[in-house]
């Protein structure tokens, strides 16, 4: 089985298994003909390709994940693709223990898989990644349920400049909580890094940022963005016009009144006006209160992010000094 039979049926399985993937990889980069690991075991056949992606820490981005991610993109053919995500994780293990330094939070192992192939989740499981964060997806035409009334007095409204506080006061305790379930990082300089976002996106003329009040005090925020700016995301989906939920959060006192299903349909019906055919967005799976909310409000999930982390754990130093050790003697 060669290089190029493992990627076809790969694909072919996945056009199969959900109609909502996009039917190119979104993850494979420019040197994606040429995989790191390739393990034939019988008549199946796996290929990795290990990837590195840094963010500063000064950057926005930095605020959601791992300051360095070591991602490994999977291809899969044959029955028995445990065995050969087996052998590709211990080689990359090697690749890692001797690369990254053990027990360092800022940097994570993290596996990208479609969310309803999941060929291969249970070795990932016995190397230590779990199932942290997903990109669900909300084909427009899916119906659901509507989710509890809001309280009556609930007012939804754009965010202006003068809300510059308030928008930061929200999305800091949003940050807070996402915090617990793996990917989000705390850090010194967030509420810099928040400001200058926020302010850059109240400046917009068409506004991106909605606050919830009950009776004139802010209790909740929703930020949107519309087709014109989702080029980063389309990719990652079979959809032409895509719209991205950035974030929801409402205030702890707040919650379970319905007020976050009346943004959420704010959104909703945004979207429809700009006639975009499916909306994503990404939640923590850990998250005991956006993970139901959002499967109630007819997202489903597209792709799954195993994460390590720390890509390397505090107790891989031995195991990292003895690969040394045995280099050094062989
Ligand atoms: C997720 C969050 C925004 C929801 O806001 P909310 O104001 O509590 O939402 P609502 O009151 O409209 O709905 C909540 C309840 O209705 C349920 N629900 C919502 N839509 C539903 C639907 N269509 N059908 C059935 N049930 C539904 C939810 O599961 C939840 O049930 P519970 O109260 O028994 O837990 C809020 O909990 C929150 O801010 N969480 C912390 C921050 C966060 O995780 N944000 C999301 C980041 S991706």
């Not at 693709?81 to 994780?89: F, N, R």
């Not at 989906?237 to 976050?260: F, M, P």
């Not at 390590?308 to 050790?325: D, F, I, K």
Request: proline content about 7%; aromatic content about 8%; some cysteine.
């Amino acid at each position: 089985m060669n290089t190029e039979a493992i990627a076809t049926e790969h694909a072919t399985r996945l056009s199969s298994v959900d109609p909502l993937l996009p039917h190119s990889d979104p993850l494979a980069g420019p040197d994606a003909a040429h995989e790191d690991f390739r393990v034939i075991i019988g008549d199946s056949g796996a290929l990795g390709f290990a990837v590195r992606s840094e963010v500063d820490r000064n950057s926005g981005d930095s605020l959601w994940r791992a300051l360095v991610e070591h991602r490994l993109l999977l291809r899969f053919a044959g029955p028995q693709p445990g065995e050969c995500l087996a052998e590709i994780l211990r080689q990359w293990d090697e690749y890692l223990t001797d690369t990254v330094r053990a027990g360092d939070w800022d940097a994570a192992a993290v596996v990208p898989r479609p969310s309803r192939d999941p060929a291969g989740s249970a070795e990932l499981l016995r190397h230590g990644f779990a199932p942290v964060r997903v990109l669900a997806v909300r084909p427009a035409d899916r119906l659901a349920a509507a989710g509890p009334p809001a309280e009556p007095g609930v007012r939804i409204r754009p965010a202006e400049p003068g809300d510059l506080a308030t928008a930061v006061g929200l999305y800091a305790e949003l940050q807070r909580y996402d915090a617990e379930f793996g990917s989000v990082t705390l850090r010194a300089n967030a509420t810099e890094l928040l400001t200058a976002g926020m302010a850059r996106e109240l400046d917009r003329h068409e506004p991106t940022i909605w606050i919830a009040e009950l009776y004139g005090r802010p209790l909740g925020l929703l930020q949107i963005q519309y087709p014109a700016d989702t080029g980063w995301i389309t990719p990652y989906v079979s959809a032409e016009r895509v719209g991205y939920l950035s974030s929801l959060h409402v205030a702890e006192a707040a919650r379970s009144s319905g007020v976050g299903s009346a943004l959420a349909a704010h959104a909703h019906q945004l979207f429809d006006e700009s006639g975009v055919d499916a909306v994503l967005l990404h939640h923590a799976l850990a998250n005991p209160t956006s993970t139901p909310f959002w499967y109630g409000q007819g997202y489903r999930p597209l792709w799954t992010y195993w994460h390590r982390r720390p890509a390397v754990l505090a107790h891989s130093e031995r195991a990292a000094e003895t690969n040394s050790l045995r280099k050094r003697l062989s």
